[in-house]
């Protein structure tokens, strides 16, 4: 079922969970252990990310380099299949830009699609972890923009051999990423906006935002995105902090900020297991408020933490 369905169906607010593949090497197992606890909750349905190869140079015998690909979380698509499968639970499977020619994304959503998968969240993807700046796969899609209208082109029946006659129309619903903060690349906020809207104009579904910890950016976003003629769901995108150098990296890493009146609550904590209870506070207050706001989903970013969210869930 579509996420939009979901909304459309829920008298109030929902809950999604978003995981990571398991690392190569770790089996799916690992992934099971991480969402049987969460499974109990009854989410409305779960992301899965999408990670893309990286190159590493391996330095041989002889002191030169070689070029290696890696890929340390493959699978996002037949993880999807089998979180189904095992849960019998809709999932939305995130599809980016990187390291993908259009030939490669309209076999994945060929493959989502006979997989019985109704959702796909599209992104960019960020610049590869040698690159300084996002580089497309040579003539592959530029902007998320870009992705989401070959999507919503396989929705309408055209694929990229315009010689298929009679084609099958895929059915996605297409979910695009937002920033209550901004995107860390754009010039101001008015910018990313009008890339947003863009977005949406080319028949996203619905928005899922970057995780944030202050509400108030969250209902500015939405005020801002409804004065521009934003009319479609928007996701807020929630994670607890469950450790103190997250004070740093998540910043670091997402380009957010954490309000004052957090971290000085987790400066002041002896060891992680008492930040872990501040994050779960303050995640528990950001849902309570966000509900009472009437957001249509509640979608948590569990990563390596499930028991922590699992915990917010269960208080409210
Ligand atoms: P875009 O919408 O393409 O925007 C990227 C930047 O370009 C923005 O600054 C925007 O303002 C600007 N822009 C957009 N269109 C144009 C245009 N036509 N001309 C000029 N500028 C333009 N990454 C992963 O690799 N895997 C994941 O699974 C994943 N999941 C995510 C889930 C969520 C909910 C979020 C919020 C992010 C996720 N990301 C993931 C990270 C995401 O890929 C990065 O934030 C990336 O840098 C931007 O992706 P986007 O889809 O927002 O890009």
Known sequence: MKVTDHIAQASGTIMSFEVLPPLKGKGIEALYKHLDPLMELSPAYINVTYHRSEHVFKKRTDGSFEKVVIRKRPGTEAICAAIMNRYNVDTVPHLICGGFSLPDTEDALLTLSYLGIDNVLVLRGDAAKNETAFEPEPGGHKYASELLKQVANLNAGVYLEDELQGTNKTDFCIGVAGYPEKHFEAPNMQTDMHYLKKKVDAGADYIVTQMFFDNAKFH?????????????P????????????????????????????????????????????????????????LREAGVPVLHYYTLGKPHVVANVVKRF
């Open 220 to 232: 500015a976003f939405v005020k801002a995105c409804r004065d521009m003629g934003i009319t479609v």
């Open 234 to 289: 928007i996701i807020p995108g929630l994670k607890p902090v469950t450790s103190k150098k997250q004070l740093t990296m998540l910043p670091q890493t997402f380009y957010i900020d954490l309000p004052a009146e957090l971290s000085n609550e987790i400066l002041k904590c002896k060891t992680d297991e008492e930040v872990e209870k501040v994050g779960e506070q303050w995640l528990l207050q950001q849902s309570i408020d």
